[in-house]
């Protein structure tokens, strides 16, 4: 089980990458688990999501997919939709990739504001490769 902490080092982060139609992000890590914990920070900067003081909430998630680009698609629409529908923003979490299959237990709070609501997430450029971490 990996247990997401946010860091700032050259081993992980994300930046925001120019894109005509909308946003872009190249987020990189030293292990698969903890790409998805810095797309999650980077998906959070981009859209300027800043949790309400207050109890936080918490919910489960589950997928299947044919590959590890999947499953990050998947967890990245999931935490969209705790932002539209549930007004929620994820921001710690627990997770298990295993194969095709991914779990993750989160927690977030609800969100104080908002500069920027992402609606989608898309393929487009949209993978995943080793490259001495993950990319």
């Not at 999650?40 to 309400?52: D, E, F, I, M, V």
């Not at 927690?107 to 500069?115: A, M, V």
């Amino acid at each position: 089980m990996y247990n997401y902490q946010p860091m700032n080092t050259r081993e992980s982060g994300f930046e925001e990458l120019p894109h005509s139609a909308g946003w872009q992000l190249r987020v990189w890590a030293e292990s698969l688990p903890a790409l998805f914990g810095e797309a999650t920070r980077g998906r959070n900067a981009l859209s300027s999501a800043k949790p309400a003081p207050g109890p936080r909430l918490t919910r489960s998630f589950e997928a299947e997919a044919p590959d590890t680009e999947g499953l990050l698609f998947a967890f990245l629409y999931d935490l969209i939709w705790a932002a539209e529908q549930e007004n929620l923003v994820i921001d710690k979490f627990s997770l298990v990739l295993k194969g095709s299959l991914l779990k993750v237990r989160m927690s977030g709070s609800n969100i104080l504001s908002l500069d920027k609501s992402i609606k989608a997430v898309t393929y487009h450029n949209f993978h995943i490769q080793k490259n001495g971490g993950w990319v």
